[in-house]
């Protein structure tokens, strides 16, 4: 099993990335729906966020309202910090122990997962390959204001909030560039998915 981990910036077109991999049949762990998963009312990681965050970070039906969390920690590192001590550990085990099944089950199939943090947690440092999406910040910036509706200023304290996507590809196996047309990007989807096809690798799963 060879396990790829998929990263970029904010607006940098990693989701795009994504939906073109699985429709190439690779399998998609979303972290961000793996969070959604372990941070459902009453779970463990629920009352962390809960008891870290105050009950106004939730909506009537005891779900996390995640704009308002967001908004809540992008302006403010050390509560940024905290939510991700509290949340990341409960997703990275999460995905192990998907890791395990999809292993036990299909030993030869590529598996990708799609995290915004890959790098920020190092959580990349358990996979076997990693791609970076690029895209220049111009670039995020005008997607991000388009896609939420934010102002330039908010859009870019969104950005700077995480590792430069410079940095990230300094760790990049593959760098997929977006900033062209959405043909352009598949095509270089496609060599990569190519490359990776091509690999024969045995993924421990247990933490390195």
Same mark, same amino acid.
């Given at each position: 099993?060879?396990?790829?981990?998929?990263t970029?910036?904010? *607006?940098?077109?990693? +989701?795009f990335?994504?939906?073109?991999?699985?429709?190439?049949?690779?399998?998609?762990?979303?972290? @961000?729906?793996?969070?959604?998963?372990?941070?459902?009312?009453?779970?463990?990681?629920?009352?962390?966020v809960?008891?870290?965050?105050?009950?106004?970070?939730?909506?009537? @039906?005891?779900?996390?309202?995640r704009?308002?969390?967001?908004?809540?920690?992008?302006?403010?590192p050390?509560?940024?910090?905290?939510?991700?001590?509290?949340?990341h550990?409960?997703?990275?085990?999460?995905?192990?122990?998907?890791?395990?099944?999809?292993? /036990?089950?299909?030993? /030869?199939? =590529?598996?990708? =997962? @799609? *995290? *915004?943090?890959?790098?920020?947690?190092?959580?990349? #440092?358990?996979?076997? #390959?990693?791609?970076?999406?690029?895209?220049?910040? /111009?670039?995020?910036?005008?997607?991000?204001?388009?896609?939420?509706?934010m102002?330039?200023?908010e859009?870019?304290r969104?950005?700077? +909030?995480?590792?430069p996507?410079?940095e990230?590809?300094?760790? *990049? @196996?593959?760098?997929?560039?977006?900033?062209? +047309?959405?043909k352009?990007?598949k095509?270089?989807?496609?060599?990569?998915?190519? =490359?990776?096809?091509?690999?024969?690798?045995?993924?421990?799963?247990?933490?390195?």
């Open positions: 099993m060879l396990v790829v981990g998929l970029g910036g904010i *607006a940098s077109g990693k +989701s990335v994504s939906k073109i991999l699985g429709d190439l049949g690779v399998l998609v762990i979303d972290a @961000d729906e793996v969070s959604r998963e372990v941070m459902v009312p009453h779970t463990e990681c629920w009352e962390h809960v008891l870290s965050f105050g009950k106004e970070i939730l909506r009537e @039906d005891l779900t996390i309202d704009e308002k969390l967001a908004d809540l920690v992008f302006k403010n050390k509560q940024r910090a905290k939510l991700n001590s509290v949340v550990p409960a997703i990275m085990k999460r995905i192990e122990e998907r890791l395990d099944t999809i292993k /036990e089950k299909d030993p /030869e199939t =590529i598996v990708v =997962i @799609d *995290a *915004a943090l890959l790098i920020e947690t190092g959580m990349y #440092k358990r996979y076997d #390959k990693l791609v970076v999406v690029y895209a220049g910040k /111009e670039m995020q910036l005008k997607r991000l204001m388009a896609r939420d509706g102002s330039r200023d859009a870019q969104r950005i700077d +909030s995480q590792l996507l410079r990230k590809i300094k760790l *990049a @196996d593959f760098v997929i560039r977006n900033e062209g +047309s959405l352009k990007t095509e270089e989807v496609e060599k990569v998915f190519k =490359i990776l096809s091509s690999l024969k690798c045995t993924h421990d799963t247990a933490i390195k």
